[in-house]
């Protein structure tokens, strides 16, 4: 049998002559979730993976199924992706945590949706598929791989991603964001796999420069730790993603320093109480003061952070998102993302904007053709939707001209960091500067409406 796996793009962007032209994600990463699937599959399925952030699909008809991993930002394009096969007579399964947060949507385009988590029940949908007997809805346990159950790596062979090499210690978060799927999908769970499995998987990988995906690798500090202790030896160098509360425990700071963390992607979303409160951001909520205890711990340890900032909560105005631009100015963080509040369905913050008819584009900004990368897809309280589009565009530009990168990286310099260090800032950041621009206003989908390629 022929499987086909698909991760599909997002969209395509506007030249400077004002035609299109398709999207090419050149800070693009390995698709963990189509490794963890192939690390499923057993060897008698004919398997290969396409990514259409950085190639052409085949559109092959002699193929049994073609699955696609669905994230929001790319359903309009898997939907299209899946009509087409669809049209040409192949089946067509889609997986992932969009089809999860709306798998009546999702359903409307496939021949079989996946719900959860795809490890436990991928063989049961190829065997169903060898019987002609694929089902409509297959739901996966949502939890962590088994034992031995590891990602099959060889599907990125030849597809050039970021020299990163992409594992999980752990899924989910205690927390409750307002605005997070991930809180949605794992019930505010945390799960966890064995050290020893990790490391195991860390010994089968060729990188050196990991980046551990887990929504919180600090979810649990006392697991935490006994990675970080077990990471030592290794000498690897790492980057994840933490919630600000990690800096209350020195001696996970420690070990983590010890372990080879450079630095962590950490959600400070708002820089006031109030911004904290309507997103309900709890573990910086207990910390806030003004977070200057918090990030002098993560320098003193060496953590760089990639700070994430949420521009749009109920209490946004212009002052407060020069506030949080200055503040992000005053820090040099090596990174910073200012996203826009989405508004990803399920979560208690679409819920409360449905209810009180704030929602734009019907309600279904990521099935909308006119809808673009970076806008609001709500009516913010104090801004009007293009007001805050365009502020939080301007803060990008800001923290991302060459004069800001510049000083960031004297920074660097002046705190005496290692070589390695600031090559890796200097590559990321002007990276990461051309991404950033490349995306903004970028239609979602390729062209044309949804049903009409
Ligand atoms: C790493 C990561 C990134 C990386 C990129 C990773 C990559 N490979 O390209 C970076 C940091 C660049 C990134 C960027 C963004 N991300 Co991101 N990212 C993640 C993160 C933390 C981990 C993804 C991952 O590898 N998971 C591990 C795999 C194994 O788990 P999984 O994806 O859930 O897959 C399992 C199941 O879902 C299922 N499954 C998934 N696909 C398929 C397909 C098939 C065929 C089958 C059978 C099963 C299946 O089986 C898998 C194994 O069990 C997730 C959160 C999360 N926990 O998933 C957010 C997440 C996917 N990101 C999200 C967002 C919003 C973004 C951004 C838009 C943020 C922003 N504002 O800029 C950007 C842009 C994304 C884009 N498309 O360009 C959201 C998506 C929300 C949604 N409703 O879809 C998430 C869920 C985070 C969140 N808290 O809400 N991201
Ligand atoms: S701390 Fe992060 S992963 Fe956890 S619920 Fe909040 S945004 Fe989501």
Avoid at 125 to 133: F, M, R, S, T
Avoid at 160 to 189: E, M, N, T, V
Avoid at 278 to 296: A, C, G, R
């Amino acid at each position: 049998m022929r499987v086909h796996l698909i991760m599909p793009n997002i969209g395509y962007s506007i030249n400077r002559s004002g035609k299109y032209a398709d999207f090419k994600d050149n800070a693009r990463m390995e698709p963990l979730q189509l490794a963890a699937i192939a690390g499923v599959t057993p060897p008698d399925i004919e398997l290969e993976m396409y990514d259409e952030r950085c190639e052409e699909l085949p559109y092959d008809t002699d193929v049994d199924l073609v699955a696609i991993s669905v994230e929001i930002f790319a359903a309009r394009r898997a939907y299209q992706i899946a009509q087409k096969y669809r049209e040409m007579g192949v089946k067509v399964l889609l997986g992932g945590i969009h089809v999860s947060m709306v798998p009546d949507e999702a359903a409307e385009y496939a021949d079989s949706i996946l719900i959860g988590d795809g490890e436990n029940i991928w063989q049961q949908v190829l065997e169903d598929l060898k019987n002609g007997a694929l089902k409509a809805i297959y739901r996966g346990a949502v939890s962590c791989p088994a034992p031995g159950v590891y990602p099959d790596r060889s599907i990125y062979k030849g597809k050039k991603y970021l020299p990163l090499g992409l594992l999980q210690f752990g899924r989910g978060c205690y927390y409750g964001c307002s605005f997070c799927a991930i809180s949605k999908y794992f019930d505010k769970q945390h799960y966890r796999r064995r050290v020893d499995e990790v490391i195991r998987e860390i010994e089968q990988m060729d990188k050196k420069f990991l980046f551990f995906v887990d929504d919180n690798i600090v979810a649990d500090i006392d697991a935490a730790k006994e990675l970080f202790r077990a990471l030592i030896p290794y000498n690897i160098k790492w980057v994840g993603q933490a919630s600000i509360d990690m800096t209350r425990d020195k001696e996970l700071m420690r070990l983590m320093e010890k372990s080879g963390c450079v630095g962590h992607v950490i959600g400070f979303e708002a820089v006031t109480q109030k911004g904290l409160k309507l997103l309900k951001k709890s573990p910086n909520i207990k910390e806030f003061n003004n977070y200057d205890e918090q990030i002098k711990i993560l320098r003193d340890y060496g953590i760089q952070s990639w700070a994430a900032f949420t521009l749009g909560h109920d209490n946004e105005d212009m002052d407060s998102i020069k506030t949080t631009l200055d503040f992000a100015l005053h820090h040099k963080f090596g990174f910073a993302a200012f996203n826009i509040l989405m508004p990803y369905p399920s979560t208690p913050l679409y819920l409360q904007l449905e209810k009180e008819d704030r929602l734009l584009f019907k309600g279904k900004w990521w099935l909308d053709e006119d809808y673009r990368f970076n806008h609001a897809a709500f009516i913010p309280k104090n801004l009007s939707p293009d007001e805050l589009t365009e502020a939080c565009y301007d803060v990008r530009k800001s923290y991302n001209s060459y004069a800001s990168i510049g000083k960031r990286l004297l920074k660097v310099l002046s705190d005496r960091k290692t070589m390695s260090r600031i090559a890796m800032l200097t590559k990321y950041s002007l990276l990461f500067r051309v991404e950033s621009f490349k995306k903004q206003h970028m239609n979602i989908g390729m062209r044309g409406k949804l049903g009409n390629i």
